[in-house]
């Protein structure tokens, strides 16, 4: 079935930029109806929308981080990508990548990388 | 503050039948789909319920779904232990800054 796979740095310094990549196995990420979103969750709080992006490069963002948000998508290697610059210790989180559709709902999600913006 | 607004917590003994509500507004539930995720502790949440009443494959029947007006709820029948976690609704906000949005997210305890 369907599987995600976060990876990227588990530490970013305040001011620098955050890259995430999520790998997709058992199915393309070219499929036909989906998107594919990055999704964040501080410790402890509630669930945020970074933003998505289609297979054919098309993307949205949060408003409330689109100044920042950089998501791609690499067909190739069936993975997609997330870069969040000027980060603060706000950005700390756990980040999920997860198969998306319009409507909107999320399926699968992936385990989920916590990241954590400290000098 | 969420845009949506779940309880934050809900209780009921293992057996019986708990809801969780969703309230939003036009711009949200009132006009677009809702979702719902279940997160248990230390996982990814799940998808329960989409297009407000879904089932995915391989989720129980004791999970369902409904939408009236600007609100949404969740309900669940025959609780388990396993059914302690956090769980989520979620939309398209179409307001001026339109977004995908979910609520703060409602604990259940399973007494």
């Known amino acids: 079935q369907l599987q995600l796979q976060e990876s990227g740095s588990g530490l970013v310094k305040p001011s620098q930029t955050l890259s995430l990549t999520c790998a997709v196995s058992?199915?393309?990420?070219?499929?036909?109806?989906?998107?594919w979103s990055w999704i964040r969750q501080p410790p402890g709080k509630g669930l945020e929308w970074i933003g998505y992006?289609?297979?054919?490069?098309?993307?949205y963002y949060n408003p409330s981080l689109k100044s920042r948000v950089t998501i791609s998508v690499d067909r190739s290697k069936n993975q997609f990508s997330l870069k969040l610059s000027s980060v603060t210790a706000a950005d700390t989180a756990v980040y999920y990548c997860a198969r998306s559709r319009h409507a909107p709902w999320f399926d699968p999600w992936g385990q989920g990388t916590l990241v954590t913006v400290s000098s | 503050q969420s845009v949506l607004t779940q309880p934050p917590s809900v209780s009921a003994a293992p057996g019986q039948k708990v809801t969780i509500s969703c309230s939003g507004s036009?711009?949200?539930?009132?006009?677009?789909?809702v979702s719902w995720y279940q997160q248990l502790p230390g996982t990814a949440p799940k998808l329960l319920i989409y297009?407000?009443?879904k089932r995915p494959s391989g989720i129980p029947d004791r999970f369902s779904g409904s939408k009236s007006g600007t609100s949404a709820t969740l309900g669940i029948t025959g609780l388990q232990t396993g059914d302690e976690a956090d769980y989520y609704c979620g939309t398209w906000d179409s307001s001026l800054s339109a977004n995908v949005v979910f609520g703060g997210g409602t604990k259940l305890t399973v007494l």
């Open positions: 992006i289609y297979h054919s490069g098309s993307t």
């Open positions: 297009d407000n009443n």
């Open positions: 036009s711009s949200n539930i009132g006009n677009n789909y």
């Open positions: 058992g199915g393309s990420i070219s499929s036909g109806g989906y998107s």
